[in-house]
């Protein structure tokens, strides 16, 4: 069974930075690609980055290139979201998530709720 177990997230000042984990089991997390996604309050999904399974090449949404960075560690089954230069509108809760062809969500996590507010 894929499990993805998230820690991290809370209340920071805009301009501030978060580091997210999300730590994988039930499946062979070195062989797939990885996915972060949030939903703010009153919007839909929205995609925020991906890693290719050994890290190689990463994507981002144009809203958070600059300031959010993907990586993994695959002896760790670890996916990882650090986040910097926080903006309000980054406040959602943040889910890892593995996303098979077609966007298919297989796992994903228990989310967690990152505020940024002054």
């Known amino acids: 069974q894929v499990q993805l177990v998230q820690s991290g997230g809370g209340l920071v000042q805009p301009g501030g930075s978060l580091k997210l984990s999300c730590t994988a089991s039930?499946?062979?997390?070195?062989?797939?690609?990885m996915n972060w996604v949030r939903q703010a309050a009153g919007k839909g999904i929205e995609w925020v980055s991906s890693?290719?399974?050994?890290?190689?090449?990463?994507a981002y949404a144009n809203s958070v290139k600059g300031g959010f960075t993907i990586s993994r560690d695959n002896l760790k089954n670890t996916l990882y979201l650090q986040m910097n230069s926080l903006k309000v509108e980054d406040t959602a809760p943040y889910y890892c998530?593995?996303?098979?062809?077609?966007?298919?969500?297989?796992?994903w996590g228990q989310g967690t709720q990152v505020f940024v507010s002054s």
């Open positions: 039930g499946f062979a997390f070195n062989t797939y690609g």
């Open positions: 890693i290719e399974s050994h890290g190689a090449n990463t």
């Open positions: 998530a593995r996303l098979d062809p077609g966007w298919v969500p297989v796992g």
